[in-house]
């Protein structure tokens, strides 16, 4: 499998928080709850393994499918994505803050094109 593109070269991904108690450095997580859906939990499990150098304590709340709790209290931040929930928050009057996951040293690429070598070799354009 090769990967030959990707829709978004720097990730999406960030974690959102209020206005009021910002969280915007990996150092703002410590004793923090983090809500996340259950799809985004590998991402965030992954930067919280990255982080562990850091000495960082904080909590997620699994199974959070939706920031909405965070502008209640529930949660202390959001594990979402910059150019959808956040949008979405701010239209509705919340002031969101950010810390995208890219700008703090965990790069990803999102929504990938993937194939494989036989695929490439068989219909390059040459």
Not at 19 to 32: A, C, F, N, V
Not at 53 to 65: E, F, K, L, P, V
Not at 77 to 91: H, K, P, S
Request: glycine share 12%; net charge positive.
């Amino acid at each position: 499998m090769k990967i030959i593109g990707a829709v978004y070269a720097r990730y999406a991904g960030c974690v959102m928080s209020m206005g009021t108690t910002p969280i915007e450095r990996p150092e703002d997580l410590y004793g923090k709850t983090i809500g996340c859906a259950s799809s985004t939990e590998p991402v965030w499990r992954n930067f919280i393994a990255a982080l562990t150098a850091r000495r960082r304590q904080d909590h997620h709340r699994s199974g959070a499918g939706d920031p909405i709790g965070m502008t209640s209290g529930q949660f202390d931040g959001y594990v979402g994505f910059v150019n959808n929930q956040v949008v979405d928050l701010r239209a509705k009057g919340f002031d969101i803050r950010t810390m995208l996951l890219a700008d703090v040293g965990f790069p990803l690429v999102g929504q990938t094109y993937i194939t494989t070598q036989e695929n490439i070799d068989k219909h390059a354009t040459r």
